[in-house]
């Protein structure tokens, strides 16, 4: 079973990383700045960690992990999770002149529950943040430490600038779906836009952290 990425030498360790950690959107479908709705104008932003190794082994796309197909993306190592905090703290700091809108995670997830709540600092510290994303992690998970995360990351919901979607957990209206699970129901769910064409890329869109009462269901990458 694997444990980690199948991109390795992909991983990079804080102590000799020089990049920004916090990057700048360079996806298509992500989109580099948002131009509607409650975030119009914040620049979109991403973290990307390590799939696997941050994620619950009980995730349904353990195995078929859309990372599988990005060979190139820089994966953080969370190793020393109080540099990766200070990293980020400090890339934050040095950004308050700009609007952000931060993807957690391009790939990889809240590995435990002292990472939520750092991030819930960081919302409170810093007004010209948001946060949206998905997480694997459930409330009914069998595995303790995946629904101790959950239950932080329904806290950290609590801010208006967090948008964390909770990935096929099916009687959540505030979810994100595996299309290959279950298909849209009109009033319930929402076919990603991006997806089927209708829009050109989530900063164009908006309905992942405008929408709170309709679950977005996402064809298998």
């Not at 914040?42 to 990372?67: N, S």
């Not at 990351?153 to 959540?172: A, C, M, V």
């Amino acid at each position: 079973m694997l444990t980690t990425t199948i991109y390795k030498k992909n991983i990079h360790d804080l102590d000799e990383y020089k990049f920004k950690i916090i990057k700048d959107s360079k996806n298509i479908k992500l989109g580099k700045k948002v131009i509607k709705g409650m975030y119009n104008n914040y620049k979109l932003k991403t973290v990307t960690l390590i799939e696997r190794e941050t994620c619950p082994a009980d995730c349904i796309h353990w195995g078929d992990c859309y990372g599988n197909n990005m060979p190139f993306a820089h994966r953080i190592s969370h190793e020393n999770q109080n540099l990766l905090q200070k990293r980020i703290y400090n890339e934050l700091l040095n950004s308050t002149n700009q609007l952000l809108l931060i993807r957690l995670h391009v790939l990889g997830d809240f590995f435990n529950v002292k990472y939520v709540k750092f991030w819930s600092i960081m919302l409170n510290t810093f007004k010209n943040i948001a946060l949206y994303g998905y997480t694997a992690n459930n409330i009914n998970s069998k595995i303790e430490l995946s629904r101790d995360i959950a239950k932080e990351i329904i806290k950290l919901n609590y801010s208006k600038h967090s948008h964390i979607r909770f990935s096929n957990d099916l009687n959540n209206p505030f979810s994100a779906n595996s299309y290959d699970i279950v298909k849209p129901v009109k009033g319930k769910s929402i076919l990603c836009p991006v997806q089927e064409n209708k829009t050109a890329n989530c900063g164009t869109c908006g309905l992942c952290w405008n929408q709170k009462t309709q679950s977005i269901i996402f064809k298998t990458h």
